[in-house]
């Protein structure tokens, strides 16, 4: 999979949370190829590992419980699981950023919207004060916040959430990051909010060529903006095609059911397929393959190893024992 | 292929859930503080069965061997393990039966504080409006006013005896409680399961008895269990200044004043009762400090 | 089990108006000062909205933040007072009631709340926690009681001996399965559904979607749902109701709000919502500045600033419902 197109290379990221209850595994075995200019989206449930993977990507794993145990993040042909924390620091909110779902959690309730854009701008570039407040208006303009003068001035709590996620945007974007890893960035917005901040993520990364990996829940998100999908569960890939293969032609079992489970505006139905059970306790994992008891065409191989990831298609892998 | 039951999804809840429950009571087993737990159990025996395991009768004089110093100095005998004071009464007796005056003390005035606090707290918080404005500011007043002088003033007045003290410290206790409970209170009451138990028409004293309050014991007992190392040491101060339970009863604080003129000839007759305050006051702190960490928002269960 | 809540003689049929609202209104005032409040303003949370919610049927709610549809459905649950308006019940207004008949309307009136983990108490065990309504309200021995949870247990898929454990054991799918439980308990004829479903995993959902369709059809009860998942709202419910900033600007069965939108607010709102299929291709109306405060709504139609479709009218006058279809309903100034 190593190729001169590929920004970022995931090989078999694994980490684990040690508890009092057992070892989590929260990531165990995770693979995947971002290319440039390319949107990832990474879909799964809650608990399924998608939003670890990415804290991992930048080695924002909450210690002591959690550590990474194995793998490669190669950026740019660099594993930046071997980088010192001073290299890593260079790294995050320069090269690669990252938006959060809450905007209320990501800015800082006593400091001015200006304040807050600036600060990174101030530790990774070295721009004059005059400089660094230009820019500042700039990124503001840039994510269509209205006068930004009058509202550089402003708090965070006297924005709305969309604005708020806006400026969240604009403080990941000044210093034109190569991979953008936005974690949910929808989810607490409203549905006319949300279509106009996923215009402006499409907008942004034309205009900056940027890569961006969206982590989600809602397959809306994935159908709109982006270009490849993965689908995680219970820590690990089960799948991952370009979008309208997947949607087309799904193959595992569960992106096939995920898929039928969620109503659909254009399709009217009686009732949703709905998949028994629930996700599995990440401490107590089922052996063989994890989606075994839910899955309707479970076999006994299922029950026994874990399949490996295969190319069915290509481009289109799927680790299944259906398939190969 | 296509089913929605979901009867296979609870077996499995259940079935983990008897397991669980047994793994946790094991694993609580192992975390229990059992150093300030052993000491406060000695001294809770102590309290309880204080007349059995007593050596002497601690009011029982004996002037001919008054001021024996504690076995292991010259002079001493395993007679009285711990020496005697100026009357000639075994200091270990008396620091057991002290531990019965101690611990009463101590649980009286939190259950009386912490019942008055609590009411306040669940009317206060939960009705809110002018019966939240008034009790608010009485609340206010109690806590600005110098706790041990006016302990002392009233003691004073009122004329040292034990169910006196009882009385004046619940009296001024309860206002600490009240503060910080209504706190509590006012976040169980965002709760969704209150607006439905309204939609249900449960009466206002229902809501507040077995929705509220339930929900708001953790705090409770933590506060509590801090408050009685508190009390232990006004109800030691008052004693000392005499204003305390009254002699001949030997409350550690009055015995630690009996010794206060002997100190640099027998300073067994303060040290000792002065210790068993440390040890008891201590372990109540750090056994609240356990259970104010064991009883952490993420689980909220006792 | 008969469905409940027919307040008219000889027998109630499937399109019977179960409850209706005329003129809600709900202004929340503001006030300044510590000591002597002065009111200063008022928050217009619903400001005059009307509509009928029949027998048996579900009734959507859609709108985005601020647009006052939590807080219609707190008024229609007696959490909060009307400021003016009436609420009718098999034809008869609440507050004209007699005692007996209003208890009747608050029995037969419950709800489902967005968040598992708040809607239960936590140190109540669920059998108890399912029974409340019942205990409370009605005169039923021990043995009636403990009966009518373990049958309720098993209408929303829950194994009986569920009843003796804690909520914390449960998972948030099945806890909101032990709120309907509760919210079944009084065999009510109308459960408010706020959000049931978006705090819940994505496969989890369709389950619970499946388990409501599954007693309305059993249990003729009628649902209003409140939500701002489009799809979910369209997949539910039969009829759908539009708000904006406190009114309601549109009112229609789903299939023709879906495919006929004709105020310009559901225009552009059901041009946002995301596709189910990369191929689908939507011109998503972007909507100029944010929802001005509902302190200060605008003057006459409450969108125009917004509205790609505003004419001079439209700053003077509030253009009431009218209706332009079968039961498709519309304050618009373009269809008067």
Redesign the interface.
């Known amino acids: 999979m190593i190729s001169k197109d590929n920004i970022l290379e995931v090989q078999d990221l694994k980490t684990y949370f040690y508890t009092s209850r057992g070892v989590v595994k929260a990531v165990d075995g995770v693979s995947f190829a971002l290319k440039r200019g390319e949107t990832l989206g990474l879909v799964g449930e809650s608990g399924c590992g998608k939003s670890i993977t990415c804290f991992s990507l930048i080695r924002l794993v909450p210690r002591p419980a959690g550590r990474i145990v194995g793998g490669r993040v190669l950026f740019e042909g660099e594993d930046l699981l071997t980088k010192s924390e001073k290299e890593m620091t260079r790294i995050r909110g320069r090269r690669i950023t990252m938006i959060l779902q809450d905007p209320m959690m990501s800015l800082n309730p006593l400091f001015t919207i200006g304040e807050q854009v600036a600060e990174p701008i101030r530790i990774h570039q070295k721009l004059g004060k005059l400089e660094v407040w230009e820019k500042v208006k700039e990124m503001l303009r840039l994510v269509h916040i209205p006068s930004p003068e009058v509202r550089m001035r402003e708090y965070p709590h006297q924005m709305s959430g969309g604005m708020r996620q806006r400026i969240s945007g604009a403080m990941t974007l000044s210093c034109q990051p190569d991979i953008l890893i936005a974690d949910e960035p929808t989810t607490a917005l409203d549905v006319t909010i949300q279509a106009q901040f996923i215009s402006l993520l499409k907008e942004i990364q034309q205009q900056a060529k940027l890569s961006m990996i969206v982590v989600t829940h809602d397959f809306g998100i994935v159908a709109r903006i982006c270009d490849r999908v993965a689908v995680m569960y219970a820590g690990k890939l089960v799948e991952s095609a370009v979008t309208r293969e997947l949607f087309n032609n799904p193959i595992h079992p569960y992106t096939i059911a995920l898929l039928n489970s969620v109503p659909k505006m254009e399709v009217k139905v009686d009732r949703l397929y709905s998949i028994e059970g629930q996700p599995p306790e990440l401490h107590a994992l089922p052996p063989g393959c994890s989606f075994s008891p839910r899955c309707p065409d479970v076999k006994e191989v299922c029950l026994k190893d874990y399949p490996p990831q295969k190319e069915i298609k290509l481009g289109h892998y799927a680790s299944c024992w259906l398939h190969g | 292929m296509i089913s929605s039951h979901p009867a296979r999804e609870t077996e499995k809840t259940v079935q983990v859930s008897g397991r669980f429950h047994w793994i946790k009571i094991k694993g609580a087993i192992w975390r229990i503080p059992w150093a300030p737990v052993t000491i406060l159990l000695i001294f809770l025996i102590c309290g309880i069965f204080g007349n059995f395991i007593s050596p002497h009768d601690p009011m029982k004089t004996n002037l001919a061997e008054a001021k024996t110093p504690p076995f292991w100095v010259k002079g001493g005998s395993t007679e009285h393990l711990l020496g005697t004071d100026v009357f000639g009464r075994d200091i270990l007796s008396r620091i057991i039966k002290g531990a019965a005056i101690s611990l009463q003390v101590g649980f009286a005035v939190v259950v009386f504080a912490g019942a008055l606090g609590t009411m306040i707290a669940l009317l206060s918080g939960y009705l809110g409006g002018w019966v939240d404005v008034v009790l608010m500011r009485i609340t206010d007043m109690f806590l600005s006013m110098p706790y041990l002088m006016v302990a002392i003033a009233l003691a004073a007045v009122l004329g040292p005896s034990k169910n006196n003290i009882i009385l004046i410290m619940g009296v001024l206790g309860w206002a600490g409680y009240a503060r910080v409970l209504r706190g509590e209170v006012l976040r169980v009451k965002g709760a969704d399961f209150i607006k439905l138990a309204i939609v249900a028409r449960a009466s206002k004293a229902r809501i507040m008895l077995r929705h509220i309050f339930p929900n708001i014991i953790n705090t409770l007992v933590v506060l509590a269990t801090l408050q009685l190392g508190v009390v232990i040491i006004m109800e030691s101060s008052l004693s000392f200044l005499g204003l305390g339970v009254p002699p001949p009863d030997p409350a550690w604080g009055s015995m630690v004043a009996d010794g206060r003129v002997l100190l640099f000839t027998s300073w067994w007759v303060s040290t000792w009762p002065g210790i068993a305050i440390l040890l008891v006051v201590m372990s109540f702190n750090l056994l609240g400090d356990w259970l104010r960490l064991r009883l952490d928002p993420k689980f909220r269960q006792l | 089990m008969q469905a409940a809540g027919c307040m008219v003689k000889g027998g109630c049929t499937v399109s019977e108006n179960l409850l209706e609202a005329r003129n809600l209104t709900k202004y929340f005032p503001v006030t300044k000062g510590l000591i002597f409040l002065k009111r200063i303003g008022a928050i217009r949370a619903v400001d005059g909205i009307s509509f009928t919610i029949h027998r048996g049927e579900t009734f959507g709610l859609v709108g985005?933040?601020g647009c006052g549809k939590t807080t219609t459905s707190r008024l229609i649950?007696?959490?909060e007072e009307p400021t003016s308006g009436t609420i009718l019940f098999g034809e008869k207004d609440i507050s004209q009631m007699s005692r007996s008949e209003f208890?009747h309307y608050?029995?037969s009136?419950?709800?489902v709340?967005?968040?598992p983990y708040?809607?239960?108490?936590?140190?109540?065990k669920v059998g108890s926690?399912i029974a409340?309504?019942i205990v409370?309200?009605d005169n039923l021995r021990l043995k009636e009681i403990r009966d009518r949870v373990a049958s309720l247990l098993g209408v929303v898929?829950?194994?009986k001996?569920?009843n003796e454990?804690?909520p914390?054991?449960?998972?948030g799918?099945?806890r909101q399965?032990i709120?309907i439980a509760?919210a079944l308990a009084?065999a009510p004829s109308l459960i408010i559904l706020d959000e049931p479903v978006s705090a819940l995993?994505?496969?989890?959902?369709?389950?619970i979607?499946?388990?409501l369709?599954d007693i309305q059809m059993k249990m003729h009860t009628s649902f209003l749902l409140i939500a701002?998942d489009?799809?979910?709202v369209?997949?539910m419910s039969k009829r759908i109701g539009v708000m904006y900033l406190g009114k309601l600007v549109e009112v229609a069965e789903s299939?023709e709000l879906?495919s006929h939108p004709a105020h310009p607010y559901t225009q552009?709102?059901?041009?946002?919502?995301?596709?189910?299929?990369?191929?689908?291709a939507r011109d998503?109306i972007?909507?100029p500045g944010?929802?001005p405060s509902p302190l200060n709504p605008p003057a006459g139609c409450r969108f125009h600033p917004r509205c790609f479709r505003s004419a001079a009218i439209c700053s003077q006058q509030v253009p009431p419902l009218k209706e332009i279809g079968p039961g498709h309903l519309v304050a618009c100034s373009l269809y008067s």
């Open positions: 985005e933040s649950l007696l959490l208890n608050r029995a009136v419950q709800a709340f967005q968040d708040s809607s239960l108490n936590p140190r109540m926690i409340e309504p409370i309200n898929g829950l194994r001996d569920a454990l804690y914390h054991e449960f998972s799918g099945q399965r709120a509760r009084p995993d994505v496969s989890i959902r369709a389950q979607m499946n388990l369709r701002h489009l799809a979910v369209k997949h299939e879906y552009a709102l059901l041009s946002a919502a995301l596709p189910s299929h990369p191929d689908i998503v972007i909507l944010e929802v």
